[in-house]
T-cell receptor, first 117, second 110 residues
Framework: DGGITQSPKYLFRKEGQNVTLSCEQN?????MYWYRQDPGQGLRLIYY???????QKGDIAEGYSVSREKKESFPLTVTSAQKNPTAFYLC????????????????FGSGTRLTVV | QQPVQSPQAVILREGEDAVINCSSS?????VHWYRQKHGEAPVFLMI???GGEQMRHEKISASFNEKKQQSSLYLTASQLSYSGTYFC???????????WGLGTSLAVNP
């Protein structure tokens, strides 16, 4: 079955440590996204990528980095510069509708819950 | 620029109906609706495109009023499984980037 796989499901980070969250999709979607969700909050965009080897900053990119070397993969690194990284991280992907170039519905991974210890 | 969802929370008895609204201050390209259950990822319900027709997903339907820059989600004869937080996401041009509302919490009780 096609879908998005995020790993790990739970991640614990020590102060000053960089960690990488994995996101892999086999849906052949061109666009991929990373979101952060805090309790009771909506989704905030960290980075997004519409094609391989290209990505754009979202609203809260500081302290995060990404790469898009393959269409299927869009890993997110949470660096030590991110002072409050404890959150639920969601990866999503989408394709483009033929009309108006709008996005089809996003498919989300099951998320990674990151906690600073 | 963030769409405004209303109401913030709804409590229903099984079988009752509800309407959730999503309003934008900018012209809409498309509106997406998602449902998220606690601790899980959001699940896509439907998309409404500018100039498109009203959509349905089981007993959930939605409309898109371009003039009012608003979309409404209609939940008919609610079921226990409808409980969760409903998010709308809006696109305002073809940059493929959704802007999300803060969500509407829906609880359906027996």
């Amino acid at each position: 079955d096609g879908g998005i796989t995020q790993s790990p499901k739970y991640l614990f980070r020590k102060e000053g440590q960089n960690v990488t969250l994995s996101c892999e999709q086999n849906l052949n979607h061109d666009a991929m996204y990373w979101y952060r969700q805090d309790p009771g909050q909506g989704l905030r965009l960290i980075y997004y990528s519409q094609i391989v080897n290209d990505f754009q900053k979202g609203d809260i990119a500081e302290g995060y980095s990404v790469s898009r070397e393959k269409k299927e993969s869009f890993p997110l690194t949470v660096t030590s510069a991110q002072k409050n990284p404890t959150a639920f991280y969601l990866c999503a992907s989408s394709s483009r509708t033929p009309r108006l170039s709008a996005s089809y519905g996003y498919t989300f991974g099951s998320g990674t819950r990151l906690t600073v210890v | 620029q963030q769409p405004v969802q209303s109401p913030q929370a709804v409590i229903l008895r099984e079988g009752e109906d509800a309407v959730i609204n999503c309003s934008s201050s900018k012209a809409l390209y498309s509106v997406h609706w998602y449902r998220q259950k606690h601790g899980e990822a959001p699940v896509f319900l439907m998309i409404l495109l500018k100039g498109g027709e009203q959509m349905r997903h089981e007993k959930i339907s939605a409309s898109f009023n371009e003039k009012k820059q608003q979309s409404s989600l209609y939940l008919t004869a609610s079921q226990l499984s409808y409980s969760g937080t409903y998010f709308c996401g809006t696109e305002h041009d073809n940059n493929r980037k959704l802007i999300w509302g803060l969500g509407t919490s829906l609880a359906v009780n027996p």
